[in-house]
């Protein structure tokens, strides 16, 4: 796994899994968890179920749920 990846485990659905992003994605998801009174397990596990298109990488919604809440400026 490349150096500037961080990779964190979760349990979703009953299934362990895990993700790797880059520090500044996990902060930014930290930060929403935060905000939204949940862990960052309850958020990823919120992002997965909300996936649209199920061929979307997990890493990828994350990312994008980051980056909308980076933008939203919170």
Known sequence: M???????SFRLTGHATSVALEGAFWAELEALAQEQGQSLGALVAKVDAARADQGLP??????LAALAHARNGA
């Open 2 to 8: 490349p150096r500037h990846l961080t990779k964190r």
């Open 58 to 63: 997990l890493a990828s919604a994350l990312r």
